[in-house]
């Protein structure tokens, strides 16, 4: 069982879909309280191949009720705990990179408070 820790980014990513889609939102807690579980094998999860990022990001992937991402690493602080950074619809075929690396510059603040 992992602790999950958020970022800003993604609390106020996560506040909007509660608002615009309660069933997506509800979706996306269970998946994140399996994920903290363990139970990784019930999830679809796809690692982010990049070639210069400086965190591992990995996204889980919701299908429904429309498509939609939960981006994520693990961490050490206590344990191997989780860092939800974003989450967001997916509605294009390919993130632009400059999105990875302004979560890697989230990540950098939520871990090093810079």
């Known amino acids: 069982m992992s602790r999950i820790y958020v970022t800003n980014k993604f609390k106020k990513s996560f ?6 889609d309660p069933k ?10 399996l994920l903290g579980d ?14 210069n990022g400086k ?16 981006f994520y690493i693990q961490v050490k602080i206590e344990y ?12 294009v075929r390919k993130f632009k990179s400059d999105y990875f690396v302004n979560l890697d510059k989230c990540i950098d603040e ?3 408070c810079k």
């Open 80 to 91: 191997d705990d989780i860092l939800l950074v974003d989450c967001r619809r997916k509605k």
């Open 110 to 112: 939520h871990l090093y």
């Open 38 to 51: 363990g139970y990784n094998e019930q999830l679809t999860i796809k690692p982010i191949n990049r070639k």
């Open 15 to 20: 506040s909007k879909i509660s608002k615009k």
């Open 55 to 70: 965190y591992k990001i990995q996204e889980i992937v919701i299908k429904y009720p429309s498509s939609f991402r939960v």
């Open 24 to 33: 997506l939102f509800a979706e996306a807690n269970e998946q994140i309280k």
